[in-house]
């Protein structure tokens, strides 16, 4: 734009003068003067090449079409200027459709030239040899340009060139504005980022942060716009997709420094570098969580084969004995062989249920638990519990109460599943309940959800053995409660049920106090029921400590 109208003052000196007359060709001079300088300090103010850009393009088109009618039409050599207009912009925009708008500015100047005429006094001009002189001065400026493009890398500089910062550590370098609008970035982008560096100007930085990380990014530029000299943090930008790559958002993670010199209010200096060690944890941690579920299904594919097979055999085991206590084929000679036959029976039932439990805990972890929730009073499932353990509660000594308010009413829910969770949670307080202590069952209603509770006065839990209930085969382990039988697959049972109802599960206990076990099911059921598979509510996936942190479906809390 500065040397632009130096160029144009000679053309109108020698096309013009004599046509127009010299204080016309002054006064043109000094437009294109004007016009010229007005651009660039345009861009000066403001920053952006955008507008003025367009400013220029339109100027340029008027003026060759002016130039073009002056020198005497398309039949002159002056119009082989057409070509600087598209050539021109693109190497200032580096862009495809800069080239476009540049070539449609020069169609323009082409088409409006028969009828510069009409607003220019030109006189008659005639075609001159010394035309060609205008277009060889432009062709003369592409030498050194195309030179440089044809050796952009292996070019000569000068030592204290090659010692920017850009150039000595390996990341881009940017400057930008006091909100985050980039004014220039180091050519580290065409490597780093796989980006022309333009494409980063004014908000193509920000247009590349992941969405998730604006925020971070924004508050950072509020805390140096407060007048911080320094602040670090991680974003993910969108590289450009490799062709042979996938079709989703390639995001990468980058560690992005913003930093500013004490004297500088209004330009602070990025620094973008690849991340690597967040890429090479993310990728451990993909091959550990494939590790993980590949495991996971192993596990419950074992545990389900095992199982099934076991359970024919415990079934003939059971049925013969009971045969056989029945003195259906004849007496025993002998009371100590009916005795022996009665544990035999009682082994097989415990190990059958043994069995039971654990496949259901895999059909829980596999999302193929089959229910079929159905509207039932409440206090019918409580009743049915305490009948089943009325004589192990008897053995003991213990008081099984049952407190169950006016309106637990009705609820929507698997019976079998319901029954199962009470079954288990009353078992277990039993258990770990001393000689003449008491367990209680209880239930209200509150709002749209069924509060249950299972209370017992028995030896209670230590805090530091929170963390294991609900694991499946895993027990308290102390002196005092390894005295009872159990496979501590009860209570991962019940955590998996309640899931599947979307129901939360809490406890509250202290060790010589007893434990208080309540759960809260939705009355009207669960609205996550599959659609695939009628009859059957898959069950969450299996997460990490720090992933089911919050989640509330099936989680253990203890209450102080």
């Known amino acids: ?15 013009v003068t004599s046509g127009i007359g010299a204080a016309v060709t002054m006064a043109a001079i000094l437009a294109t ?61 580096a862009s495809r459709r800069a080239a476009f708008w540049g070539t449609v500015s020069a169609s323009v100047a082409i088409l ?17 040899a010394w035309h060609w002189l205008l277009p060889l001065a432009w062709a003369l400026t592409l030498i050194p340009r ?54 980063l100007f004014g908000t ?27 602040r670090r943090l991680d974003v ?26 004490k004297e500088q209010e209004d330009v602070f200096t990025f620094v973008l570098r690849e991340n690597d060690e967040v890429t090479g944890l993310r990728e451990e941690l993909a091959a550990a969580k494939e590790a993980a579920a590949s495991a996971e299904v192993a596990k419950g594919r074992f545990l389900a084969v095992v199982s099934h097979e076991l359970r024919t055999p415990l079934n003939a085991i059971i049925g013969f004995s009971d045969m056989l206590l029945h003195e259906m084929f004849g007496t025993f000679k002998d009371p100590r062989q009916k005795e022996y036959v009665g544990l035999v029976k009682e082994s097989g039932q415990h190990l059958l249920a043994v069995v039971t439990s654990i496949l259901d805990v895999s059909r829980i972890e596999a999302g193929a638990y089959a229910t079929e929730p159905e509207p039932f009073r409440f206090v019918e499932a409580v009743e049915m519990c305490r009948s089943m353990m009325r004589l192990q509660a008897q053995a003991k000594d213990i008081e099984l109460q049952a407190q169950i308010a006016p309106d637990a009413g ?32 209880g239930a209200k209603r509150i709002g749209s959800r069924l509060h249950f509770w299972v209370r017992d006065t028995g030896i209670g839990i230590a805090e530091e053995d929170f963390a294991n209930l609900g694991k499946p085969f895993m027990q308290i382990q102390n002196d005092y409660t390894r005295r009872f039988e159990g496979s501590g697959l009860g209570l991962s049972l019940v955590k998996g049920l309640v899931a599947l109802h979307e129901g939360t599960m809490s406890i509250e206990s202290m060790p010589g106090e007893g434990t208080t076990v309540t759960i809260s099911l939705p009355v009207n ?35 102080a």
């Open 236 to 261: 993910r930008v969108r590289l450009p997709q490799n062709g042979n790559g996938p079709t989703a958002d390639n995001y990468r993670p980058f560690s992005l420094e913003l930093m500013r010199a």
């Open 112 to 128: 409006l030239q028969p009828f510069a005429g009409f607003v220019f006094p030109f006189g008659a001009a005639e075609i001159a």
């Open 204 to 230: 193509g930085l920000f247009d590349r942060i992941h969405l998730s990380d604006r925020v971070a990014y924004l508050s950072a530029l509020a805390d140096m716009r407060d007048g911080a000299l320094a």
């Open 33 to 93: 003067f004007g016009f010229c300088w007005f651009a660039a300090l345009l861009v000066a103010a403001s920053g952006k090449m955008a507008f003025a850009g367009q400013v220029a393009l339109a100027m340029g088109s008027f003026a060759l079409a002016g130039v073009i009618a002056a020198a005497g039409g398309l039949a002159s050599p002056v119009a082989m200027l057409v070509l600087a207009l598209p050539f021109e912009a693109w190497w200032i925009g």
């Open 146 to 199: 195309i030179a440089a493009l044809g050796n952009p890398a292996g070019a000569q500089r000068d030592p204290a060139t090659d010692d920017r910062l850009e150039n000595v550590i390996d990341a881009v370098v940017l400057r930008a504005g006091r909100h985050g609008e980039v004014l220039d970035a180091s050519a580290k982008a065409r490597a780093i980022l796989k980006l022309q560096p333009e494409l």
């Open 410 to 441: 009705e609820i929507n829910a698997d019976r079998r599943a319901v029954q199962q969770i009470l079954i288990n949670l009353v078992s277990n307080a039993i258990k770990f309940t001393p000689d003449g202590g008491d367990v209680v069952v």
């Open 1 to 15: 734009m500065l040397a632009a109208p130096f160029f144009a003052a000679g053309a109108a000196v020698t096309l």
């Open 525 to 559: 059921g669960p609205r996550g029921r599959s659609t695939d598979k009628p009859g059957v509510l898959p069950m969450p996936a299996a997460k990490t400590e720090g992933e089911t942190k919050g989640d509330r479906h099936g989680s253990l809390r203890k209450t």
